[in-house]
């Protein structure tokens, strides 16, 4: 069964950094782009961008280029999402998704719930 | 890209048919065959529901279904069933691994 399993939620204070992570199993990881969606309190999806877990090749949507960095350890089959420095518009739940034939995302992670407040 | 364009929120009854339209441009939608749709439960992932405009993953019943003219497409969920009700989001490809989402669609089960 494939699975993605995101790390848990984080409270973080404006102008911290963090990495947040999305682990797959039950199949090969590396076949599969990975992506980032991003979700606001009582918002909508927002495509993030994907990053191919085989090579670290990375497409951002123009929206989050320069704002997060995506990254992938194919070794343990994790890819991660970071910022290096949070803002409070940042308060969000951030899933990943794993890219099928057809740019769908089959598959997703529970999410993660970031929540940026001084 | 500009996030495709929803109704903010549908409703239909029992048994009914709704259908849900997913409007883009020609650089998204009308360019490709490559739209899908999610439906979200509060609190809980997206789930995909059709893929390649038409296509059902394995285990989403057939009363979901979903077609495409030009730059619009939709989502029909026939004999509505009370489990139906939750947020319905469109996505279409726009190239270069892109995707865009639709804004949702709130179907509320009357």
């Known amino acids: 069964e494939v699975q993605l399993v995101q790390s848990g939620a984080e409270v973080k204070k404006p102008g911290e950094s963090l990495k947040i992570s999305c682990k797959g199993s039950?199949?090969?990881?590396?076949?599969?782009?990975i992506g980032w969606v991003r979700q606001m309190p009582g918002k909508g999806l927002e495509w993030m961008g994907i990053?191919?877990?085989?090579?670290?090749?990375?497409r951002y949507s123009p929206s989050f280029q320069g704002q997060v960095t995506f990254s992938a350890d194919k070794s343990i089959s994790t890819a991660y999402l970071q910022w290096s420095s949070l803002k409070a518009s940042d308060t969000a739940m951030y899933y990943c998704a794993r890219l099928g034939d057809g740019y769908n995302y089959g598959y997703w992670g529970q999410g993660t719930l970031v929540t940026v407040s001084s | 890209q500009s996030a495709l364009t929803q109704p903010r929120s549908v409703s239909g009854s029992p048994g009914q048919s709704v259908t849900i339209s997913c409007t883009g441009t020609?650089?998204?939608?009308?360019?490709?065959?490559?739209v899908s749709w999610y439906q979200q439960h509060p609190g809980k992932a997206p789930k995909l529901m059709i893929y390649d405009v038409t296509k059902r993953p394995s285990g989403v019943p057939d009363r979901f279904s979903g077609s495409k003219s030009g730059n619009t497409a939709s989502l029909t969920i026939s004999g509505l069933q009370a489990e139906d009700e939750a947020d319905y989001y469109c996505c279409s490809y726009a190239g270069s691994y892109i995707v865009v989402f639709g804004g949702g669609t709130k179907l509320t089960v009357l």
């Open positions: 039950g199949d090969t990881f590396t076949n599969y782009w």
């Open positions: 020609s650089s998204d939608v009308g360019a490709y065959n490559y």
């Open positions: 990053i191919s877990p085989a090579d670290s090749d990375i």
